[in-house]
Each structure stands twice: as C-alpha cells, then as structure tokens.
C-alpha cells in the first residue's frame, strides 16, 4: 500500500468520518492539518493535477465568507490568484483529501477516498 496522507480540519465532520474511515482499515494515514500548514501554491498545483480537476474552484470552498469578500467568483480571476487565494486563506480548500502516490480524492462524501485503496 502506497502512502497515504489526509489533508485534514478536526473541526470538520466529514474530515473526522473520512479519517475514522481509513483508521478503521488498519491503514497508516498522515494527518496534515493544513489549516497550521498551509499547502504552498506549487503544492496546491500538483493537489490539483493528482485529483484531476481543470477548474480549481472545485477543489474550493465557494461558500465560505472570504470566497464572497475576496469576490473569487468572478470569471476574470485567474487560476493563479485563486491558488494564491487557497495559499493566502487555507480554509478555501475544500475538506478532507486523501493523497496517495497513485492520486486524490476529496472526502465527500468519505467513502469517495476507497477509490484510491
């Protein structure tokens, strides 16, 4: 079995299902809590590439407040001011993903990461 990380909020019931998920497999997952370590921008680009998602809206919040106030919804902003949106404001970034070496799945719901198994 390949390496298996999670990018995880334990404030958030679908991150916790989805790590429960895994533990209950007896696998070995890394937790990140990429809310105290923020993904960098080339880091967000190959989470991108990995969950194979061309708009990177869809691996973001789009309902949060900052999402609104930073007025990302606009066609005219790019996809590198939206990653560097992500890295300014990591809650943007859509909750959980497993990573693994052969790619990502974003947790929702948290049986959608037995695909990488």
Do not use: F, W
């Not at 969950?51 to 990177?56: P, R």
């Amino acid at each position: 079995m390949s390496q298996i990380r999670i990018l995880h909020n334990p404030r958030c019931s679908k991150s916790r299902q989805t790590l429960q998920l895994l533990q209950d497999r007896g696998l070995n997952v890394e937790v990140v809590e990429y809310l105290k370590a923020p993904l960098s921008a080339t880091e967000l680009a190959e989470l991108q590439q990995k969950l194979a998602i061309t708009d990177i809206r869809d691996m973001m919040r789009t309902k949060e407040d900052i999402y609104k106030e930073l007025q990302l919804g606009a066609e005219t902003v790019s996809e590198d001011d939206l990653r560097a949106a992500i890295v300014a404001h990591p809650i943007l970034l859509e909750r959980p993903v497993v990573v693994t070496d052969t790619g990502a799945r974003i947790g929702r719901p948290p049986e959608s990461v037995l695909e990488l198994l």
